[in-house]
């Protein structure tokens, strides 16, 4: 299957996906010393975030989808040279609104927990008006 969202996306900050089937997404994030908060190398969250973002979208799969709301649990601390894997999986679909759940997890420990709520409008939503 084809990748078709978030193309021009940084995946050094977001991930790489590396698997994607219909309504799933394995997106591998490689943390790095520019995601770094503090000395000790603990991660900053909203580059957590943002991979679960990423992993969610791509589970959905359309070059409109947006993220419009998100529950979310960050379950352990990720540090500097951690991999982390979110695996997303589409949990319920209703008309262009979409809930899907995203684990992310360092080896066989969940670090993140999540359930985000996307919409994918008819056009990109910056042509609306």
Do not use: W
Not at 61 to 90: C, Q, R, S, T
């Amino acid at each position: 299957m084809d990748l078709k969202t978030h193309l021009a996306i940084d995946r050094t900050l977001c991930g790489d996906v590396v698997e994607l089937e219909e309504g799933y997404a394995k997106v591998v994030l490689k943390t790095a010393k520019q995601m770094q908060a503090d000395e000790r190398g603990l991660v900053h969250g909203g580059f957590t975030f943002g991979a679960a973002d990423f992993a969610a979208k791509v589970a959905v799969n359309d070059p409109n989808v947006v993220l419009v709301a998100a529950e979310v649990k960050f379950l352990a601390p990720v540090v500097v040279g951690d991999e982390v894997v979110f695996e997303a999986h589409i949990v319920q679909k209703e008309g262009k609104k979409t809930k899907v759940a995203v684990i992310g997890s360092v080896g066989d420990k969940d670090v993140f927990q999540g359930t985000m709520q996307t919409y994918t409008p008819t056009t990109h939503i910056l042509d609306r008006s």
